[in-house]
């Protein structure tokens, strides 16, 4: 007996679900798509592909991080700091930043409903050569708490380091809470974790996969770098806990870096975002004045913690460089180890540049991630064109991130200008209102950029075609990098 012996009507009723499957994924990328070439090109797949192009659309069509990460964290609190952080706020404080970026701040705090916070002091650390020991006499000084969130902890001579200082931090009676993120940790194998657990200092995974083979784990990752001590000294940037960014003892496989410590009521910020990462992660709530200590001002600078994630606090930092772009009246610095801005970026550097703004990017020379220097050399071209300065870092794997607007405004922390960090992962960023901090990150941009080399749009579209044809297929891959 033949299958159409027992059901003789399967081609009419598989065509009727072929279209009713193609309905619904069209009806769904037409309600839900906000890029029209995006709708578009999924609704030609899924009508031009019966049945495999609506299952194509439901793989890799449907963007579930921001829904995933928002139903994650929906049950906890919002934390903040637990002292009076509003004497450090007044209204009247917003009259001391620049008029010119007065916008800036107002957009600031309407996306990250975070507030503005005067009497700060904030010091850039370059590389691990000045950064780790900072770090670590902070942790040896620690009297009543320490909490550490990283992206990468590698077990190395650097990563052993930190945990023998945490150790004693715990032996002394101090509370000690280690996060690392459940991807980063395994960029050195074996991990740092039996360690941690050999001297007791209590440690939690950030979003460990569920289920090994699965790959939806590289999303939603934690790429926040904070320390924060007693609640009154905190660091933030962009640099992992490795060996290699120790560059003035030759490593094997050197990276520079910028890290920033901080003073001052920011830290209480810095501390609630610790805070819900670690209860999300592990379901335990941090309170007290061991953690939320009441706010010293050692400092005069006006800043603004900016965290940002696929949840509720989606596409923050991305809405704050483009008001930042767009208020630029003399000169914008970039620095960003991957350099892969969204459409809207681009255009607004294009904008910026078209109107007479000085914009000038660099990137490393030597990226640590081929793909992603291929990616950004098949989109760059409309930015040379229009006049945007994009030069090469010579020397070793460059991982430093800034942005500064005008000599007034400085940009810092965890976030590239790339998709991933855009979209989906956690970051945490600071900006500052402060001509002192932003003068000091110029001049350190300046000295980069002194003898970087200018990448020039000729050169690019002269590249062998292999060379072109292999950066545009890595430019497909874009919105996952």
């Known amino acids: 007996m033949s299958f159409q012996d027992l059901l003789p009507g399967w081609p009419v009723i598989a065509g009727l679900l072929s279209v009713a499957l193609a309905l619904i994924a069209s009806g769904h990328a037409i309600l839900n798509k906000s890029d029209h070439r995006a709708t578009v090109g999924w609704v030609g797949v899924i009508w031009l592909a019966p049945v495999l192009g609506s299952l194509l659309y439901l793989l890799f069509g449907i963007n579930r991080i921001r829904r995933r990460a928002s139903s994650l964290r929906e049950p906890l609190n919002r934390v903040q700091g637990e002292s009076d952080l509003g004497a450090y706020s007044p209204e009247a404080l917003e009259s ?86 459940a991807v980063g940790l395994r960029y050195s194998l074996p991990t740092i974790e039996g360690l941690l657990r050999r001297e007791r200092i209590p440690f939690a995974r950030f979003m460990p996969p569920r289920w090994p083979w699965t790959l939806p784990f590289v999303n939603l990752r934690n790429h926040r770098k904070l320390l924060v001590v007693d609640g009154a000294t905190g660091f933030v940037g962009g640099m992992n806990i490795a060996e290699g960014n120790c560059v003035a003892e030759n490593p094997a496989h050197a990276v520079r870096d910028l890290h ?47 965290a940002d994630g696929p949840d509720e606090r989606y596409d923050t930092i991305r809405q704050v460089m483009l008001g930042a772009v767009s208020l630029a009246r003399f ?75 005008d000599g007034q405004w400085a940009f810092v922390g965890s976030a590239n200008w790339d998709p991933r960090s855009l979209s989906l992962n956690f970051e945490c960023n600071l900006e500052c209102y402060d001509a002192w901090t932003t003068s000091e990150l110029e001049r350190f941009f300046d000295h980069r950029l002194w003898t970087a080399r200018s990448i020039e749009a000729q050169a690019l579209q002269t590249l062998p075609w292999l060379k072109r044809l292999r950066n545009g297929l890595a430019r497909l891959l874009t919105p996952y990098m």
């Open 96 to 181: 001391f930043v620049p008029e010119a970026l007065q916008p800036l701040s107002r957009l600031s705090s309407q996306v990250a409903l975070q507030p503005l916070l005067g009497g700060n002091a904030v010091s850039a650390l370059v590389n691990g050569d000045e950064a780790y020991p900072a770090m670590l006499a902070a942790i040896e000084g620690a009297q009543h708490s320490i909490g550490l969130s990283t992206y990468i902890f590698n077990r190395d001579r650097v990563g052993r380091r930190f945990v023998d200082a945490l150790a004693r931090a715990v032996d002394r009676g101090v509370e000690v809470r280690v996060l690392v993120d």
């Open 331 to 405: 000169h914008i610095r970039i620095q960003t180890p991957y350099f892969l801005p969204d459409k809207s970026l681009a255009d607004s550097l294009i904008t910026a540049a078209l109107r007479g703004v000085v914009v000038d990017v660099i990137v490393p020379e030597q990226n640590n991630l081929p793909f992603v220097d291929w990616a950004m050399q098949a989109q760059i071209a409309p930015l040379l064109r229009r006049g945007v300065r994009i030069s090469r870092a010579p020397g070793v794997f460059d991982h430093s991130k800034l942005m500064t607007v």
């Open 260 to 306: 920033f410590r901080v003073e001052g009521p920011l830290v209480s910020e810095l501390q609630a975002v610790f805070v819900e990462d670690w209860q999300f992660s592990c379901g335990e709530s941090l309170s007290g004045s061991d953690w939320f200590p009441a706010p010293e001002t050692p400092g005069a600078v006006l800043g603004r913690v900016i």
